[in-house]
Structure formats: C-alpha cells, structure tokens
C-alpha cells in the first residue's frame, strides 16, 4: 500500500531555518513527483510545487520562490522541504502529495502534514 | 494571477442535494483543467474524492459525482449524511506542471 510518512511538528524562532521530510513506501520511489501543499491556520490549501523524483529538478509556485527549498535522497525514498528565514507567515501544515497515477492531475496519497510554528 | 473561486459556505439538510462549483477568476474550467476535489476535515490530511472532473476515487460513496456545469466545475452531493460535514476543495490543473487550489467551501450538514 501507497504511504507517505512526514516528519513531526516543529517550532522555530524568526529567521530560522527548517527542513520537514516525506517517506514514501509501497511504490518506486522515482515513479512519480511530488508535491507540496501548505494551509496556514483556518486558511485553505495553497500548492507549493513540486518536484520530479527523477530528475531532482523542483518547479516552484509563484508564491514559493526564494526562501524554499525542495530536494531529494532516492537512497531512502525521502523528499525534503527546507524553508529558510523563517516568518512568522510560514506558520501552517505543510502537506507532501503524490500524483495519484501517470498522467493523472491529481493528489492520491497525501503525507499525515507537518506543523512548523514559528514564533518568537 | 490565477483565482480559483469557490462559495465560502453551504449549509444541507441530511437527504438533500447541495452542489458546489469551482470557477476561474478568467476564463471557464473544463476537462481540459482535469478538476479534481479534496474533502478534508478538521485536522486531517485531504482525502480526493472525485479527479478527472468526473471520476469517483475509490471507497467514495456514488452520493458524490462530479461534473462541469456551465463554465465551472461541480462536485454533487445528493443525499446528504452528517458525515459529509467538510471543507471541500477543488484543484484545477493549469499546464506545464503548475496547479491552482480553489478557496473552499465548507459545508454544513443540519
């Protein structure tokens, strides 16, 4: 069965750094990209981008560029979203989601989501 | 920037039918926009229920379809359950490897 499995809650102070991370099991890694997804509290979702496992080339949202960082290690199915300088705006549950299969548009699995807080 | 617009809230009785539509700041939504459909409750992850504009996932109950209406997308919900009681958003693809999420709709069954 097709599982992502992300990293736990995090708390950082302002202008921090943080890097949350997406185990996938049940499937080959390289097979398919992925995504990113944030929802600040009581907000909606706002895809991030995401990135080809293949390759490691990420496509960013207009609203992701700069301070955000998405990378890969194939060696153990993990895909990682780094944010630096952290604001206090980066507050939210940030989401890894896989296509649900080739050619499909679409998220199917999701990961459990991180919380990062930042505060001071 | 692209504006995916969905109605902030709808309220259904249990039995009855609510549909709820995604539309484009600019421009209609069609298949070619493969308008998927999230429902999500509050602290879990989003689960699809419909991709392909119209294509239940699996395990989704036949109350829920999809469909476009006029120049939107639509997700049906024909008799309602309390545990239907979500947000629900829909995500359109743009092309070239970009996406767009909508605003939500939560909707309310009582």
């Known amino acids: 069965q097709v599982h992502l499995v992300q990293s736990g809650s995090e708390l950082k102070e302002p202008g921090a750094s943080v890097k949350i991370s997406c185990k996938a099991s049940g499937y080959t890694f390289t097979s398919y990209s992925i995504n990113w997804v944030r929802q600040a509290p009581g907000q909606g979702l706002e895809w991030m981008g995401w990135?080809?496992?293949?390759?490691?080339?990420?496509t960013y949202a207009q609203g992701s560029t700069g301070r955000f960082v998405f990378s890969l290690d194939t060696s153990v199915s993990t895909a990682y979203l780094q944010i630096t300088s952290l604001k206090t705006e980066d507050t939210a549950i940030y989401y890894c989601?896989?296509?649900?299969?080739?050619?499909?548009?679409?998220?199917?699995?999701w990961g459990q989501g991180t919380l990062v807080t930042v505060s001071s | 920037q692209t504006v995916v617009t969905q109605e902030p809230s709808f309220s259904v009785s249990p039995g009855g039918t609510v549909t709820l539509t995604c539309g484009l700041s600019?421009?209609?939504?069609?298949?070619?926009?493969?308008p998927s459909w999230y429902q999500q409750t509050p602290g879990q992850a989003p689960r699809m229920v419909i991709y392909n504009t119209e294509t239940r996932s699996s395990g989704v109950p036949d109350r829920f379809s999809g469909s476009i209406l006029g120049n939107k997308a639509a997700l049906t919900i024909t008799g309602a359950q309390a545990d239907d009681e979500s947000d629900y958003y829909c995500l359109l693809y743009m092309g070239s490897g970009f996406y767009v999420f909508g605003t939500g709709t939560k909707v309310t069954v009582l």
């Open positions: 989601a896989r296509p649900y299969a080739t050619g499909k548009f679409c998220f199917d699995p």
């Open positions: 600019s421009g209609s939504v069609s298949t070619s926009y493969y």
């Open positions: 990135i080809n496992t293949n390759t490691g080339n990420p």
